[in-house]
């Protein structure tokens, strides 16, 4: 996949806004964070908290993460583009959404796999 087109700084402002969040949300440590059902893996969360890689399968890592992190939709996206300012915790809405995404894109990929 080719990498977004965002400036390195905005890269490495994600990454300390996520790891910001993270201690908000009362995980110390990545490993620990990630230790939960449907979380992104541990080299994924160091990726985006490092602002190191920009070669993610979009928007389903972005939307993985935005529900990990407790973050609403498009709120990556914002940071990386440079149209927010701090990342504010979802709504319940928000998280409703989120939720039936991801629910619907792994309905999808069951379909997939069985037809397959």
Request: charged share 30%; with cysteine.
């Amino acid at each position: 996949m080719p990498p977004l087109q965002y400036p390195d700084e905005r890269w490495r402002e994600l990454g300390r806004k996520l790891r910001r969040r993270r201690a908000d949300l009362g995980y110390r440590s990545r490993r620990e964070f990630c230790d939960r059902p449907g979380a992104l893996s541990l080299p994924m969360i160091v990726s985006l908290e490092n602002g190191k890689r920009t070669n993610y399968e979009v928007p389903n890592t972005f939307i993985r993460a935005e529900q990990m992190y407790g973050l609403p939709e498009g709120a990556i996206e914002a940071v990386l583009s440079g149209t927010a300012g701090e990342l504010v915790p979802a709504t319940p809405a928000d998280k409703r959404r989120l939720a039936l995404m991801l629910l619907e894109e792994a309905a999808r990929d069951d379909l997939r796999a069985a037809a397959g």
